[in-house]
């Protein structure tokens, strides 16, 4: 399955943005699909994650209440809407597929990020 994110740009603190993850050479919902982002000078870290069987939903601790991971299989897109931005939320975002949500990075297939930026 290919990845491709979208959606990034610049941002005020406590703007929103929502990313999308266009899949291509698969079916997305026989996949779990999960976001990840990385800081300049940070280890990237995992945020969300949607389940393919059942649609169970998972999140960071510090985007929880904030993000919000969705996905449409008709269109074959996951969505991560994220309310509230502040400026650690500065990042390159990529979008993940792997047949369960993990927390770790141990995801099969990873596309392209999209960057984001939170500045007054």
């Known amino acids: 399955v290919q990845l491709q994110a979208s959606g990034g740009g610049l941002v005020q603190p406590g703007g929103s943005l929502r990313l999308s993850c266009a899949a291509s050479?698969?079916?997305?919902?026989?996949?779990?699909i999960g976001w990840f982002r990385q800081a300049p000078g940070k280890e990237r870290e995992w945020v969300s994650c949607?389940?393919?069987?059942?649609?169970?939903?998972y999140y960071a601790g510090s985007v929880k209440g904030r993000f919000a991971i969705s996905r449409d299989n008709a269109k074959n897109t996951v969505y991560l809407q994220m309310n509230n931005l502040q400026s650690e939320d500065t990042a390159v975002y990529y979008c993940?597929?792997?047949?369960?949500?993990?927390?770790?990075?141990?995801?099969?297939?990873w596309g392209r990020g999209t960057l984001v930026t939170v500045s007054s």
């Open positions: 050479g698969s079916t997305l919902h026989y996949y779990a």
């Open positions: 993940v597929a792997d047949p369960i949500c993990k927390g770790t990075q141990e995801y099969n297939y």
């Open positions: 949607i389940a393919g069987n059942d649609g169970s939903t």
